[in-house]
């Protein structure tokens, strides 16, 4: 898994590449967690090129997002593809988590 | 972890099966082994994890044997769907995922051969093209 970060504005883009499973969660963890401890609260997922996620990678959301809506922001997810989407909604995450068709409608959601 | 998945990956393939089974057929493995190594061998040297893929006329078998603490499925605490994320819990999302993707489960335990998780799901070809 590969994590790449970029700001646009108030929202941090966070790009996850590959798979998130109980090995690479930890450090999905950590990369949202350092733009929250910058005090960039509002996040976005990138998961374009997010191939796979196990339910490793649904704890690592649900950790964030709870954080991000603690300091009153959110973690919304974008590109999210077809089976992977399947495993969120398997778990019942697509109540809780707000998922965007592409990188552009999810930063626009937050308030600039 | 990733091993075992490439595992079932490649068994899916060389079977024909459809994509998307082979996806989750993935998931149900990654999410019974990570159990395995989270939970099973908690406290314990870990011990060997054997997976098998055989299909078996239209249904794939997958077996997974391990030494591990026996599960007890019965007490697998059932995560809560319908609650909002302050109210949600970490536990239980992995078997939830396997109950949802199998058709069948089978579980043995003994203490002379160990446990066998058995998952049985309906094969479904790849479509031509």
Redesign the interface.
């Known amino acids: 898994m590969e994590v790449r970060v970029e700001k646009r504005g108030s929202v941090a883009i966070v790009s996850i590449d590959g798979s998130v499973d109980g090995t690479s969660a930890p450090d999905l963890v950590s990369s949202l967690r350092q733009q929250v401890t910058a005090g960039t609260v509002q996040l976005v997922a990138d998961f374009a090129g997010t191939d796979y996620t196990s339910s490793a990678g649904l704890r690592a959301l649900l950790e964030m997002v709870k954080e991000t809506r603690q300091h009153g922001g959110d973690l919304r997810l974008a590109s999210v593809r077809r089976e992977v989407l399947r495993v969120l909604e398997l778990s019942g995450f697509t109540s809780i988590l707000q998922v965007y068709p592409d990188v552009d409608s999810a930063v626009a959601s937050f308030p600039a | 972890?990733?091993a075992f998945?490439n595992f079932i990956e490649e068994a899916c393939r060389r079977a024909g099966a459809d994509e998307?089974l082979c996806?989750d057929l993935?998931?149900a493995v990654?999410?019974a082994v990570?159990n395995l190594?989270?939970h099973g061998y908690e406290g314990q040297e870990p011990g060997p994890i054997k997976v098998s893929f055989a299909l078996d006329g239209d249904e794939i078998v997958i077996t997974i044997a391990d030494h591990a603490a026996p599960f007890y499925p019965e007490h697998a605490p059932e995560?809560l769907?319908?609650v909002?994320?302050?109210e949600?819990r970490?536990g239980g999302?992995?078997w939830?995922?396997i109950k949802?993707?199998a058709d069948r489960l089978e579980y043995e335990t003994s203490p002379e051969t160990g446990n066998r998780l058995t998952m049985i799901k309906k094969f479904v070809r790849r479509p031509p093209g």
């Open positions: 972890m990733a998945r998307s996806f993935k998931l990654d999410e990570s190594v989270v995560p769907l319908d909002p994320a302050s949600r970490p999302l992995g939830h995922l949802q993707i």
